[in-house]
């Protein structure tokens, strides 16, 4: 399975921007997304971006606000996060999977999380 690494997360204000990152061990053919898990809520999909780079999926909480995207030479997927909010803080972690079904119910690897904290 692909080792996943995210770093990027840390603490910003309401209405701030940061990026995640998640470096994959290998290139690979995965999909890949991001979910997040708050205090004493279940982690939920935020977003997620095939293998090609061609297609991207969002959570309603992200439209409008984070991009994701892929650069292949680098085996990294991002996630641009704007216009945060105190609701945004969370744990994100960055997933792959060889389906686009699997990877938002059960992706194949997980990634060990980077902290993203938003202050009112």
């Known amino acids: 399975q692909v080792q996943l690494v995210e770093s990027g997360g840390g603490l910003v204000q309401a209405g701030g921007s940061l990026r995640l990152s998640c470096a994959a061990s290998?290139?690979?053919?995965?999909?890949m997304g991001w979910f997040r898990q708050a205090p004493g809520k279940e982690r939920e999909f935020v977003a997620a971006?095939?293998?090609?780079?061609?297609?991207?999926n969002y959570a309603d909480s992200a439209k409008g606000r984070f991009t994701i995207s892929r650069e292949y030479a680098k085996n990294t997927v991002y996630l641009q996060m704007n216009s945060l909010k105190p609701e945004d803080t969370a744990v994100y972690y960055c997933?792959?999977?060889?389906?686009?079904?699997?990877?938002?119910?059960?992706?194949?690897?997980w990634g060990q999380g980077t902290q993203v904290t938003v202050s009112s």
């Open positions: 997933a792959a999977a060889r389906t686009m079904p699997r990877l938002t119910t059960t992706p194949d690897s």
């Open positions: 290998e290139r690979t053919f995965y999909h």
């Open positions: 971006i095939t293998w090609s780079g061609g297609s991207t």
